[in-house]
């Protein structure tokens, strides 16, 4: 489902580059495995942020092979503004396994800032659990009061865990903010 709403993302984009970003983003399948495959493909520019090195390097490596000289992956920390410095604003953000792993209060401030980081129209794509209490419908309004407009909600597949959300922003991109933090993880990181 995500990469479905990647995909979507790609194919409404204007003509001309692309910024993407994606945060927490794992071995990078959801960007990586798209763009690829994507008729946008020299269009993208764009970094993935992951903290666990080895899951860092398999998606270089599946950059690498894919042939995407323009998507960056980094091995560092994704909490901060500062992992979007010199990509922000973005044209589509990628905020997947995060919601589940931080507090509602992060969840709000993060959705909160997101104007900072995207471009106008941009489209965030976000992931979380609908285990009790399902915060999902809360954070879709959350998204409204930011100045997002939904694109896309789709519940779990079966057998699956996590919805998958897509909004697009409405409201005037704002300056990034070297330093904000946008949330902060709990626990294991057992959530999504």
Excluded at 16 to 32: K, M, T
């Amino acid at each position: 489902m995500v990469q479905d709403q990647v995909r979507a993302a790609l194919d409404h984009a204007p003509p001309g580059p692309i910024s993407v970003a994606s945060l927490c983003a794992g071995r990078g399948h959801d960007v990586v495995d798209v763009v690829a495959a994507h008729p946008r493909r020299t269009d993208v520019r764009g970094r993935l942020v992951e903290f666990e090195p080895t899951l860092t390097e398999h998606a270089r490596q599946a950059a690498l092979t894919a042939g995407l000289d323009g998507v960056e992956i980094v091995t560092g920390d994704a909490s901060t503004t500062d992992a979007l410095a010199g990509i922000a604003p973005v044209d589509l953000l990628l905020l997947c396994g995060i919601f589940g792993n931080v507090s509602n209060a992060d969840v709000r401030a993060c959705i909160a800032q997101l104007p900072t980081v995207c471009a106008a129209e941009a489209v965030v794509v976000w992931t979380r659990h609908r285990r009790p209490p399902d915060l999902t419908p809360t954070i879709r309004d959350w998204f409204a009061q930011a100045g997002f407009d939904e694109l896309w909600f789709g519940l779990p597949e079966p057998g699956g865990v996590s919805t998958v959300g897509a909004h697009r922003m409405t409201t005037a991109p704002q300056p990034l903010v070297a330093g904000t933090r946008l949330f902060t993880f709990l626990g294991d990181g057992a959530g999504a």
